[in-house]
């Protein structure tokens, strides 16, 4: 079955610190795209990075770059030095066919 | 640049009652989507749209009909509305490939 599965409910993380969100995926089909949006809490989806199956190299972003794990099916989102303006909903998806599957997103509160 | 604009932001309906949410993009897209986020969970397609004069079914798509009325908008309608429906949506669009959705603003419905 075609799923994204996003195991942390939510994260507290210090201010200027990195943090990972975690994505794992599943599909049988060789083409597909992995995104992350972020959700603020006025409600608004904002597209982060997009991976294709066959880039060869992480996407990156700004201060956010993906860790792209085709044998394991992780898509995890890194922020680097994070900022308060990063507290905010992420959702990582997948692109099949017209359709995005979406995980069930990660609560991320930045403590100053 | 308006991008993907919705209508209503909100709107509270009686069981029963009927009401059309409209959605326009100005970005010359050829596929649009309609999606409900229900809380704690990512967002489920409902109907969407690959190209003008086309129509199909999404993830969930029990009590909805969709009209794509040209490239431009593609308004979602709700015939009999039932407290199930309560829920936030989401109007997108996209060029083929979806390698990134732009989304509206968001409808937050009540039903009651």
């Known amino acids: 079955a075609q799923k994204i599965t996003q195991t942390q409910p939510g994260m507290f993380v210090q201010e200027k610190e990195a943090v990972t969100l975690d994505c794992t995926y599943d599909?049988?089909?060789?083409?597909?795209?992995l995104f992350w949006y972020k959700q603020p809490s006025s409600g608004e989806m904002i597209f982060l990075i997009y991976?294709?199956?066959?880039d060869q190299q992480n996407a990156t972003e700004g201060r956010y770059s993906l860790n792209f794990q085709k044998a394991r099916k992780s898509a995890n989102l890194v922020i680097s030095a994070s900022q308060l303006g990063d507290s905010a909903m992420y959702f990582c998806?997948?692109?099949?066919?017209?359709?995005?599957?979406w995980g069930a997103g990660t609560k991320l509160i930045i403590k100053p | 640049n308006a991008g993907v604009t919705q209508t209503p932001k909100f709107q509270v309906l009686k069981t029963g009652q009927s009401m059309t949410l409209q959605c326009a993009q100005d970005?010359?897209?050829?596929?649009m989507y309609w999606y409900r986020q229900d809380p704690g969970m990512g967002l489920r397609l409902i109907y969407y749209s690959a190209s003008e004069g086309t129509t199909d079914k999404g993830e969930v798509p029990n009590g909805y009909n969709v009209s794509r009325l040209n490239k431009r908008e593609f308004s979602l309608r709700l015939e009999s509305a039932a407290p199930s429906q309560t829920s936030v949506y989401f109007c997108?669009?996209?060029?083929?490939?979806?390698?990134?959705?732009?989304f509206g603003s968001g409808t937050q419905l009540s039903v009651l």
């Open positions: 970005m010359n897209h050829n596929s």
């Open positions: 998806a997948m692109s099949l066919n017209y359709q995005l599957i």
């Open positions: 991976q294709g199956s066959y």
């Open positions: 599909t049988s089909d060789p083409s597909y795209g």
């Open positions: 997108a669009s996209s060029d083929p490939g979806v390698e990134k959705l732009f």
